[in-house]
């Protein structure tokens, strides 16, 4: 099964700073990669699929890119509410597969 | 806006079989894929399988020998078996729709594992 691995585990930022976390697969998954958003005791909310292409009503200051083996997810001025858990996730393989999330917290 | 929710047992007997049912509400089940994800406490995610509104599955190839899903579209409901589970199968479990996409989720219902 490919393994997505995410860099860093944990990311520190000021509000309004941007987010840069990364993503990288064991092999190619093309732009079949998604990005999800955890909070707290909630489920993890879609952001992006292909790589880059934000889900329906996700702010544009989210997004995404990269292909083959290597993505990143920018936020580009971290509100309070986008404090959380990001996981990876690709879909060019069965089975799918998630990375094991990065922690953006606040500094 | 569809709405999912995930409901059975919290406490389930080692050996024994872990039934969830995904209740659909505010959309239809027709035409889409349904999946079932579970994530054990303070830990990442794992795709266990789906099923499309018709009745193909695919299932995680590490649980496929325990794994059955199910639907049932004039419950608007679909469901997920695990037999002989152990504390390792301990994990909130997540229903969605899509595949390999997920664009909504339940809420999540965390099953035990203990004797």
């Known amino acids: 099964e490919i393994v997505m691995t995410q860099s860093p585990a944990t990311l520190s930022v000021s509000p309004g700073e941007r987010a840069t976390l990364s993503c990288r697969a064991s092999q190619s998954v093309s732009s079949n990669l998604a990005w ?3 909070k707290p005791g909630q489920a993890p909310r879609l952001l992006i699929s292909g790589a880059s292409n934000r889900a329906t009503g996700i702010p544009a200051a989210f ?19 986008d404090f959380a858990v990001y996981y990876c996730q690709q879909y060019n393989n069965w089975p799918l597969t998630f990375g094991q999330g990065t922690k953006v917290e606040i500094k | 806006q569809v709405q999912l929710q995930a409901s059975g047992p919290g406490l389930v007997k080692p050996s024994e079989t872990l039934s ?15 999946s079932w994800i579970r994530q054990p406490p303070g830990k990442g995610l794992e795709s266990i399988g789906y099923i499309y509104y018709s009745g193909s ?17 004039s419950k608007s409901q679909f469901s997920l078996r695990l037999n002989s589970v152990s504390a390792a199968d301990t994990a909130v479990y997540y229903c969605a729709r899509g595949s390999p996409v997920f664009d909504s989720w339940g809420q999540g219902t965390l099953v035990t594992v203990s004797s």
């Open chain 1, 36 to 38: 999800y958003q955890q």
């Open chain 1, 63 to 81: 997004s995404g890119s990269g292909s083959g083996t290597e993505f990143t997810l920018t936020i580009s001025s971290l509100q309070s509410e």
């Open chain 2, 20 to 34: 969830l049912t995904c209740t659909i509400s505010g959309g239809s089940i027709t035409g889409y894929y349904w």
């Open chain 2, 57 to 73: 599955t695919g299932y995680n190839p590490s649980l496929q020998s325990r794994v059955t899903i199910s639907v049932d579209t």
